[in-house]
């Protein structure tokens, strides 16, 4: 199946069915790692927008959601530089925090974003992203929780986009 986002056509990469089968197994992990905790699960925007409404709708644990919003990409590239448009207005100090991101590919985004977190003294900050691409990693990331592990394809759907075209896709797919 292909499909079109902007000026680019796609094809099917990681089905529904098996991105849905992945997030059940991510709530469940996180149920059982958390119990006991109340987090601040923290998605990035505008991407984690999916991931993070349906990986919440998996937790059996008392929490709290906030979004950030957080750029550095135009098009299919990235312009080198993080853009804050939405800042987190909860305290976050003595806290754990559960940061829900789309995808990982230089790093230089959330990279940026932990180190601004960390010197708000949470208690932890635990990384969850939905897709990695480690082959284009630029920075020093810890991933805690990885849904796929992909090459450096650029992808679209499920709340990833092309020039903001393609999140509203409920799969995942690569560039033609």
């Keep these: 199946m292909k499909i079109k ?15 849905h089968q992945r997030i059940q197994e991510i709530g469940q992990q996180l149920s059982q790692q ?3 905790e109340k987090p601040l699960l923290l998605g990035i925007l505008n991407g984690s927008f999916m991931f993070m409404a349906d990986i919440s709708r998996t937790l059996d644990f008392e ?5 950030v919003k ?7 590239s990235s312009t080198g530089q993080v853009s804050h448009e939405i800042s987190l207005k909860k305290s976050v100090e003595g806290r754990t925090i559960i ?10 985004t959330i990279y940026n974003f932990i180190e601004t977190l960390k010197s708000k003294n949470p208690k932890t ?14 920075f020093p990331i810890h991933i805690d929780l990885v849904g796929f592990e992909i090459p450096n ?8 986009d ?5 999140r509203n896709y409920d799969a995942i797919y690569k560039v033609c």
Excluded at 63 to 67: C, D, G
Excluded at 127 to 132: C, F, N, P, Q, T
């Design 5 to 19: 986002a902007d000026d680019k056509e796609f094809e099917l990469y990681i089905p529904s069915e098996e991105l």
């Design 34 to 36: 958390f119990k006991e």
């Design 63 to 67: 929490l709290e959601i906030e979004f």
């Design 70 to 76: 957080l750029s550095s990409y135009s098009g299919d």
């Design 99 to 108: 940061i829900v991101e789309d995808i990982i590919d230089t790093g230089l």
């Design 125 to 138: 900050v635990y990384l969850v992203a939905l897709l990695s691409k480690p082959v284009a990693h630029q």
């Design 153 to 160: 394809e650029f992808v679209v759907g499920y709340g990833l």
């Design 162 to 166: 092309y020039n903001g075209f393609g």
